[in-house]
């Protein structure tokens, strides 16, 4: 069964860090570029990071450049969000994602781009 599995979401307070991860088990992420996506409750779903499949680059959303990191770790199949100076706009659940499309030659930041989704791990950061 293919799956993406997100961990290490939580409660924290303005100015915390937490760090998230996406692990994928019964397909394979190396070739793929990833993505994390947010969606708050009565939003729409957003773009927050994408990595490239060779991790030769990235790309953030302007509500978390400078504050958000994204990196991947191929051979353990697994995608990370680090996050610092977390705002309580940030709170959302936070969805990982692989591209439909092998070796992508850039980052997508649109969500139809993506068709492996997983559940999502949620974020809550308290003032």
């Known amino acids: 069964q293919e799956r993406l599995v997100e961990s290490g979401g939580g409660l924290v307070q303005a100015g915390g860090s937490l760090r998230l991860t996406c692990a994928a088990s019964?397909?394979?992420?190396?070739?793929?570029?990833m993505a994390w996506f947010r969606q708050a409750p009565g939003k729409e779903r957003e773009f927050v990071a994408a990595i490239k499949w060779d991790a030769g680059s990235s790309r953030y959303a302007d509500s978390v450049k400078g504050r958000f990191t994204i990196s991947r770790d191929n051979a353990a199949n697994t995608v990370t969000l680090s996050m610092s100076s977390l705002k309580p706009d940030d709170t959302a659940l936070y969805l990982c994602?692989?591209?439909?499309?092998?070796?992508?030659?850039?980052?997508?930041?649109?969500?139809?781009?993506?068709?492996?989704w997983g559940q999502g791990t949620q974020v809550t950061v308290s003032s």
């Open positions: 994602a692989r591209d439909r499309q092998i070796r992508r030659s850039w980052t997508a930041d649109a969500s139809p781009s993506y068709r492996i």
């Open positions: 019964g397909l394979s992420i190396g070739h793929y570029g």
